[in-house]
T-cell receptor, first 106, second 125 residues
């Protein structure tokens, strides 16, 4: 199975910061990576699909990039509602998720 | 409005069974792949199983193969997960999700675009 290694596992940031989360696949997966946001007690919500396409209704401060094995989720100008846990997920074969990155308030 | 509503979770002893259900509304259910994704207490997300629109193809994570069965009834707009031989490690919130495919030339990439609120299955003696 394809493993997705996400880093960091947690980070502290302030409102207005630029935040970068990375995900590395154990083999090349083209651009088949999605990103989700999850808040406590809630179901995840899609943010980015196919590595860099913004899901409908998601603010433009969220962006994704990468192909092959290395992928990045960037949140520019972090807002209070962005404090949450973020997951990458590969869709190349038999879907697997990264371990998650918790974005906490500094 | 797309809605996915799960039910059927509960407390069961190791070795027991549970049948989860998901009732879909707000979209043409028979047009979409559907999936179950789970999340153990305090843990990350884990894909469990997928089923094709007509039920002709099914895929499972290795850990549940032979124990769990995904199925659907398009006439009832419903998705199911029959879970047998349950283990303590299967304790999790189980989410019903819709898979949306987006074509990029000759390639279609899928993501989970709608999620239910989840149903908790607890396996404990």
């Amino acid at each position: 199975d394809i493993q997705m290694t996400q880093s960091p596992s947690s980070l502290s940031a302030s409102v207005g910061d630029r935040v970068t989360i990375t995900c590395r696949a154990s083999q090349s997966i083209s651009s088949c990576v999605n990103w989700y946001q999850q808040k406590p007690g809630k179901a995840p919500k899609p943010l980015i699909y196919a590595a860099s396409s913004l899901y409908s209704g998601v603010p433009s401060r969220f962006s994704g990039s990468g192909s092959g094995t290395d992928f990045t989720l960037t949140i520019s100008n972090l807002q209070p509602e962005d404090f949450a846990t973020y997951y990458c997920q590969q869709c190349y074969t038999r879907w697997t998720f990264g371990q998650g990155t918790k974005v906490e308030f500094k | 409005e797309v809605q996915l509503v799960e039910s059927g979770g509960g407390l069961v002893q190791p070795g027991g069974s549970l049948r989860l259900s998901c009732e879909a509304s707000g979209f043409t259910f028979s047009n979409y792949w559907m999936s179950w994704v789970r999340q153990g207490p305090g843990k990350g997300l884990e894909w469990v199983a997928n089923i094709k629109q007509d039920g002709s193809e099914k895929y499972y994570m290795d850990f549940v193969k032979g124990r769990f069965t995904i199925s659907r009834d398009n006439a009832k707009n419903s998705l199911y997960l029959q879970m047998n031989s349950l283990r303590v490690e299967d304790t999790a919130i189980y989410y019903c999700t819709r898979l949306l495919g987006v074509s990029f030339g000759a390639v279609t990439m899928y993501h989970f675009d709608y999620w239910g609120q989840g149903t908790l299955a607890t396996v404990s003696s």
